[in-house]
């Protein structure tokens, strides 16, 4: 998964689709003033965000100091037209951002802080130059102020003028993700990495030219204010500022501090980061007397820096607080336990509605209110924080910035919010708190109505807490929110579920939940809908795809753009390998666009979902026998083969395409490559007290299947098979092993697994996962193939945990990688190797959730991809992976369909029927 800064990035081009920067149509405004000034010989390209100036008579070295102008948005077109000038007369080759929003958007909270106020780039040809031009740009670009680069040193008397050493090209070297990492050359001629951190790095083997480099800092605590505040740790960064945990030497305790760097760009609307902070402190401490929100303690101004000081409260936001204990998301779902999760809850309801009722009775309309911003506290209450959106009716102006599924469709579009959308917004609060599809809900509006009588059915929530959430959500979209007094006493009084006895069963607390008639349709009317959303999904596969361009044949996740555009992943051999296994015709056109892609080392790793092995397996289906064993050779020789062990990108996956390629007769040789996998496996692995492990570059040991030891386990369960080699068996079993040794349990209840091994500093926040990637659903795919192969009592007492872990009906996401159709499609393969067809009913469960995330759009059904913000046509993460669970569950339900996702299971032994 991305972080938050690279989702946004990819989300703010298109409505529907990630896209990347090409995807966007600047104002001309740059391009005019540029024009304007530029002798004849100067010529213009865009690249991305960016365009390039230069001249056939300028020369541009391949790294060396480089100089950046930073400014604010509004700025920008007086600072280009001057800037311009001076590095025509220099004769320096230069790039700048393509028009004021553009430059608003690198200055925004939301950008990545290594690459952040960056608006224009010179590239001098020699330090004398360089100092030059510095100088020059400084003196001319005097009254411009802009963001400082946090990448950067600012040029001596400069307001707006920074430098780095670093690459004047795009020089990088591959990844075995499929990324690129940008690298300069160091004084031995070795390529090492161009670090673009968010501070300044100078390389060993250079002196800054303007600055005598002074020693690095000590050890001493960070001290500011005067001294009153030491700082302690780091809670989180953004390109707005850091949040700290500090001691108050003044008034005692600890308290958190915010920090607001000057020219930083929040919102719709621009408005200044410092500014935004200091109208906190203000509207903070008219509210301070409500007993509802964090107290400020101290504003002040540091290095031009400004930081708010707030009391720290200890404890866990909503949203956090409601993930762990919603019984929805466990595996066993009682009556008891939900009327208990309901009931605590209610308070914490009724408490975030009276902040609201005390904010508006006082003028201010809170702007952002979400799970992040409401603080529980121990027993019970919550406390409101990060008020930066907040505003004072008819004394500040609105600040445009909103949590994805927390805001009224309205205050989306204009940035304008309202009372009426703090009312939508408690609203999702409650919604998302019996059921976290709140970004869902925004990216399609009527999923939460479908989610709604689902949740209804299945958890007896009453008709008015329904009606209520209507009534929170649907009239402020409208304008004709309810009075907030209303929205207090409903949610003090109205019961969130219905008082209907329970029958007895065999949950925790001695019963299980009893549906009352049913408001969505039955088991039958869900075959039948999946069978109608199966075949919509695959015209929408098709219609969606777009063969004239070149960066990528399907939506996708952002990582198409990072990586490459045919990955099984995220790529076209994923969606292609869809219509392969659900028994559709892959469109000529769309197997041509792939297989007249070239292919080669520089540009694609060899592993098996994000490389040219997996590649390599598509193109076998697809009909293109001789490219697809010319490309896994090559696969076999690529320099990056034994970067990483795994599954999902390393050797381990790699392996199992060898296999692949064996077992369809292509030649002994793939079968002896498998035989050299394993062999190097053996002999990096680690062998520990729980087992046998990979350690990454980083001394993390990943867990799970993609970049796990159970991943790894599995191709060493296959190579055992085909090479009859009992060693490879045991270090697998070994390597099982060392997953299943790090489950994560809430008292006696099995709760998931770790993405990492866990250090002792993390016990107690640890997420549980029980997805495929990383997770339960992962272990259980290699687990279920071990027990097939050979009884194992330690492995069958894992079975019963496992599965129930991932039976759920419920959960964030519906994809393949992350998501319910992973989870469902273990389940088939539980019901396949041991033939109880309890497992596969459960699938169909897992089914109906997957059902409930569906997109009716003209080409078709499509489904959400990352953080559920747009739809993707993925394997990993969109459409391509649900349609084929969903394929392979409808065909189940007359023959054993088999495992799509990349597995060579004819090496492991089946029922008979």
């Known amino acids: 998964m991305h972080d938050w800064e690279i989702v946004n990035a990819y989300s ?73 000038r001076c590095a025509l007369d220099a004769s320096v080759s230069f790039k700048f951002l393509l028009d004021a929003q553009t430059v608003a958007d690198v200055n925004g909270k939301l950008w990545p802080r290594g690459s952040s106020g960056k608006f224009m780039t010179f590239y001098p040809p020699d330090d004398r130059t360089f100092l030059r031009l510095g100088d020059s740009l400084a003196g001319e670009l005097s009254g411009f102020p802009g963001p400082y680069i946090l990448s950067d040193r600012r040029w001596p008397d400069s307001s707006c003028v920074y430098y780095r050493y670093g690459g004047f090209s795009p020089r990088t070297v591959l990844q075995p993700d499929g990324s690129r990492q940008f690298v300069i050359l160091d004084s031995h001629g070795s390529y090492v990495p161009d670090v673009r951190r968010p501070f300044w790095h100078l390389p060993e083997w250079l002196t800054d030219p303007l600055v005598q480099d002074r020693p690095p800092l000590g050890e001493a605590t960070p001290a500011l204010c005067d001294g009153r505040f030491h700082v302690t740790s780091a809670l989180n960064f953004s390109n707005r500022g850091g949040v700290y945990l500090a001691d108050d030497t003044v008034g005692g305790g600890t308290v958190v501090l915010k920090e607001a760097r000057p020219h930083i760009e929040v919102g719709l609307n621009r408005l200044d980061a410092v500014e935004l902070l200091e109208k906190e402190h ?35 936001h909503l949203g956090r607080y409601s993930i762990r204990r919603n019984p929805l998301y466990r595996t066993s779902v009682t009556g008891a336990v939900l009327d208990e999760y309901y009931a605590g809850l209610r308070g914490l309801w009724v408490q975030t509605a009276r902040a609201v009722r005390a904010a508006h009775r006082r003028g201010i309309v809170l702007g952002d209110l979400s799970f992040g911003n409401v603080i529980v506290q121990e027993p019970s209450t919550i406390r409101v924080i990060d008020l930066e959106c907040a505003v ?99 949610l003090t009084d109205v019961p969130v579920t219905e008082p209907t006895p329970l029958r007895r069963g065999r949950g925790a607390a001695g019963d299980t939940i009893r549906r009352r008639a049913p408001r969505r349709p039955s088991r039958h009317g869900t075959r039948e809908l999946a069978r109608e959303t199966r075949g919509a999904a695959l015209r929408y596969l098709e219609r969606t795809a777009t063969p004239e361009r070149h960066d990528r044949l399907f939506p996708a996740d952002p990582t198409v753009f990072e990586t490459n555009p045919l990955s099984v992943a995220h790529g076209a051999a ?90 369809d007769g292509y030649g002994d040789d793939f079968l002896d490559a498998a035989v050299r996998v394993g062999e190097r496996l053996t002999a990096t692995c680690v062998r520990g007290r729980q087992g046998a492990h990979w350690p990454d570059a980083e001394g993390n040991v ?45 008292g006696e209840e099995f709760e998931g697994f770790p993405a990492l091994v866990p250090h002792a ?25 071990y027990l097939a192969v050979r009884p194992d009592d330690v492995l069958q007492r894992w079975l019963a945990p496992l599965v129930d872990n991932v039976r759920h009906k419920y959960a964030v996401f519906p994809q393949l990688f992350h998501g319910l159709s992973g989870m469902g499609n273990v389940l088939l393969d539980v019901w396949e190797f041991t033939g109880d067809p309890q497992y596969r009913e459960a699938a169909w469960t897992v ?31 969109g459409t391509a992976g649900v349609a084929l669970f969903l394929d392979r569950l409808i065909r189940s339900d007359t023959v054993p369909a088999g495992n799509f996702n990349f597995v060579v299971d004819e090496l492991v032994p089946r029922p008979q029927r």
């Open 282 to 316: 203000r509207i903070l401490r008219a509210l301070s007397d409500s007993g509802f929100y964090v107290r400020p303690v101290e504003l002040f101004e540091e290095g031009g820096h400004a930081f708010l000081v707030e009391e720290y409260l200890p404890g866990d």
């Open 761 to 785: 500093s993390e016990a107690g926040r640890i997420v549980p996962r029980c997805y495929w990637d990383s997770g339960s659903a992962g272990v259980l795919t290699t687990l279920i193939r």
């Open 847 to 877: 089914a109906e959730g997957v059902l409930l995330f569906r997109i009716d759009r003209p080409e078709g059904a499509g489904f959400p991809g990352e953080q559920a913000v747009r739809e993707s046509a993925d394997l990993a993460t």
């Open 574 to 663: 994923g969606v292609l390998h869809a219509f392969h296994h659900a028994g559709a015709a892959v469109p000529p056109h769309l197997a041509a666009w792939m297989a007249d892609r070239n292919v080669t080392d520089e540009s694609y790793p060899p592993g098996l979902y994000l490389g040219e092995s997996g590649i390599a397996w598509v193109l076998h289906e697809v009909g293109r026998p001789d490219a697809a064993a010319d490309l896994m050779r090559k696969a076999g020789r690529h320099p990056l083969l034994g970067a990483s062990p795994n599954v999902l990108l390393g050797a381990a996956g790699y392996g199992i395409a060898c296999l692949r390629f064996w077992l």
């Open 702 to 746: 990943p867990l799970g299947y993609a970049f796990g030891g159970s991943g790894i386990a599995l191709f060493l369960l296959y190579l055992s098979r085909a090479a009859r080699d009992e060693r490879a068996f045991a270090l697998g079993r070994s390597a099982l092993g060392h997953d299943l040794a790090h489950a994560i349990r809430n």
């Open 392 to 490: 004072e009716e008819g004394i500040d102006p609105p600040v445009g910035l909103h949590t994805p599924g927390m805001a009224a469709p309205g205050a989306v579009r204009s940035g304008i919010s309202d009372r009426d959308n703090d009312i939508y917004a408690l609203g999702a609060l409650v919604f998302g708190s019996v059921m976290l599809a709140n970004g869902m809900s925004e990216l399609y509006p009527p999923s939460r109505r479908r989610f709604l009588a689902d949740l209804g059915d299945d958890l007896r929530l009453s008709d008015r807490f329904l009606g209520l959430l209507d009534e929170l959500m649907d009239r402020p979209a409208s304008g004709h929110a309810p009075d907030i007094d209303q929205v207090v006493a409903a």
């Open 12 to 84: 703010r081009y298109h409505p529907r689709w990630f896209e990347s920067a090409d995807a966007y149509t600047p104002t001309p405004e740059h391009v005019e003033a540029f024009e304007a000034l530029a002798p004849a010989d100067w010529t213009l390209h865009r690249n991305g965000l960016w365009y390039v100036a230069g001249s056939p008579r300028v020369s541009v070295p391949e790294q060396g100091w480089k100089i950046h102008v930073s400014v604010r948005s509004r700025d920008s077109l007086a600072c280009l037209e001057r800037a311009v």
